[in-house]
């Protein structure tokens, strides 16, 4: 048993989860104890173990594979190619690796690797069977499957948050609002962020819906906090999308000089990224405007 493979997955899970040594544990050891496993110096009972693991949000059986076999490199090359197929929109492709490890114990009897499927059979009930109600049921079990019982909510349950308010802006606007306003809750009580933009798309995506509410005023207000937050990253994902989504906000008051100031700027980051399809689009209405 490797015990410092196991000890530094301890550590990492307790930190994305927002939990201080003493407070892992509290009702299960002493703090000085959670040091020494985490610092691999010595390995806890099973029934430790146990417990930790159900303070973590995941089964026993994780800790198990991790020290005694290389198969998390396995399970991690699965988690890149779904994101993948994801990011691409190939979600048949994306089905096909999701039903060939359903039966596969390390993700069957590991609550967060089952998760992972979950939420990708949730987008694939959606995007390809247009199967709303079951998607969203499904993405919603995916959330509270490694349910934290009270504790942070960790970055993939937002991110499965953040899959079914899109749902909601294609079909019902008023609880995509809600839930994006509930996710930027969870958002903002986290002590850092591993995947800078889920804040990105948090921002852009509460725009939108203001947008199509009409509340253009609030729709700027949080362009103007993506905005900050992609210079403050250094980052220009969704940079061009936001300034365009500011730009059209102008365009729907009728400021056209203001429209015309952003949509520019949106148009030099997308020849940035190549879009030339874009940034043909994004000319021809600047020259409306004129």
């Given amino acids: 048993m490797d015990f410092a493979a196991v000890g530094k997955k301890i550590k990492e899970l307790r930190k994305n989860s927002g939990l201080s040594q003493e407070e892992l544990s509290e009702g299960i050891c002493t703090q000085a104890q959670i040091s020494k496993i985490e610092k691999g110096l010595v390995f806890p009972y099973a029934s430790t173990l146990y417990q930790i693991s159900q303070k973590l949000g995941v089964d026993v059986n994780y800790f198990f594979d991790i020290g005694t076999t290389p198969r998390l490199d396995y399970v991690q090359e699965v988690v890149e190619q779904l994101q993948i197929m994801r990011r691409n929109n190939a979600f048949s492709e994306m089905m096909d690796i999701v039903r ?29 069977e247009h199967k709303k109600e079951e998607a969203i049921n499904t993405l919603k079990n995916a959330v509270h499957i490694a349910d934290m019982k009270g504790k942070v909510m960790q970055e993939r349950e937002i991110e499965i948050l953040l899959t079914i308010a899109a749902i909601y802006f294609n079909e019902d606007i008023e609880s995509a609002l809600s839930l994006y306003e509930e996710i930027m ?23 939108r819906v203001l947008t199509r509410l009409d509340k ?31 730009g059209y906000n102008f365009e729907l008051d009728n400021q056209l000089e203001n429209a015309k100031t952003f949509m520019e700027k949106a148009s030099i980051v997308f020849e940035i990224q190549q879009d030339d399809k874009v940034v043909e689009f994004i000319k021809d209405k600047i020259k409306q405007f004129s």
């Fill in 185 to 207: 809750e969870h958002v903002n009580v986290l002590p850092y962020l591993n995947d800078y933009t889920i804040k990105t798309r948090l921002y852009y995506n509460l725009a």
């Fill in 216 to 246: 253009l005023e609030e729709s700027n207000k949080y362009c103007d906090k993506a905005i900050k937050w992609c210079l403050k990253n250094d980052s220009i994902y969704l940079l061009g999308q936001i300034h365009y989504q500011k």
């Fill in 100 to 128: 060939g490890e359903e039966n596969n114990p390390l993700f069957s009897q590991n609550k967060k690797n089952l998760q992972l499927l979950l939420w990708h059979k949730g987008i694939y009930l959606y995007e390809v």
